[in-house]
């Protein structure tokens, strides 16, 4: 079965400083894709960034970007210039490439930005 | 903007009750998802439906059941609730069978089951 580990509950970085939080996932599957969501404290869930499987480069998003290794089944999410907008809780997540979109989900680590 | 709406913030229930959770997107999606978020354990998948009065079990699905007689509204039933379903519910809609479409998500309802 496929899994999504994330091994930091929380994590806490201060304001401008950069921040790397880990995912880690398995599968035999070599079609896939990975995303990695943010949940502030409102609640409401928002896209931070993708990637596909297929591409070696590392998807970026202004100050988001990840560092994709597809041998190692890694899947880091790096925040550079951390804003105190930046704290919520960051989900890692897959879904396999052939189906729909059932995305499998990690636990979470909440992201503390300090003043 | 793709907008989720989710009808109750919070909800407080007895044991027993039945419960509907209410979720409603403006954007004509055809997937709607219904997920349950726990502390330590991620967002895991109750149910699924990618048509209107079409559904799919996704890995939680005991003691729920779901019903999208409408595009836009996916509504999420609990039989006879039990304090083991207390949680947090959260509604996504996403434009298509797409595996790399995004998920859009509603604010999430926060059940208490007494």
């Known amino acids: 079965a496929q899994t999504v580990t994330q091994s930091q509950p929380e994590m806490s970085v201060q304001e401008a400083e950069t921040v790397t939080l880990s995912c880690t996932y398995d599968?035999?599957?070599?079609?896939?894709?990975l995303f990695w969501y943010k949940q502030p404290p409102s609640r409401q869930m928002i896209l931070v960034i993708r990637?596909?499987?297929?591409?070696?480069q590392n998807a970026t998003e202004n100050r988001f970007s990840v560092n994709f290794q597809k041998a190692a089944k890694s899947f880091s999410l790096k925040i550079s210039d951390s804003q105190l907008g930046d704290t919520a809780m960051y989900f890692c997540?897959?879904?396999?490439?052939?189906?729909?979109?059932?995305?499998?989900f990690g636990t979470g680590t909440l992201l503390a930005v300090q003043p | 903007d793709v907008k989720v709406t989710q009808s109750s913030r919070y909800l407080v229930k007895r044991t027993g009750e039945k419960v509907f959770l209410e979720c409603v997107q403006d954007m004509d999606h055809e997937n709607m998802f219904w997920y349950r978020q726990d502390p330590g354990l991620g967002l895991r998948l109750i149910y699924f439906?990618?048509?209107?009065?079409?559904?799919e079990k996704g890995d939680i699905p005991e003691g729920y059941s779901v019903s999208r007689e409408k595009k836009e509204r996916f509504s999420l039933i609990l039989e006879s609730a039990s304090t083991n379903q207390t949680s947090m519910y959260l509604c996504?809609?996403?434009?298509?069978?797409?595996?790399?479409?995004?998920?859009?998500f509603g604010s999430g309802t926060q059940l208490s089951v007494l």
């Open positions: 997540a897959w879904v396999y490439g052939g189906a729909t979109n059932k995305l499998i």
């Open positions: 599968t035999s599957e070599n079609n896939y894709y």
């Open positions: 439906s990618y048509d209107v009065k079409m559904k």
């Open positions: 996504a809609s996403s434009l298509s069978w797409s595996t790399n479409e995004k998920l859009f």
């Open positions: 990637q596909e499987a297929y591409k070696q």
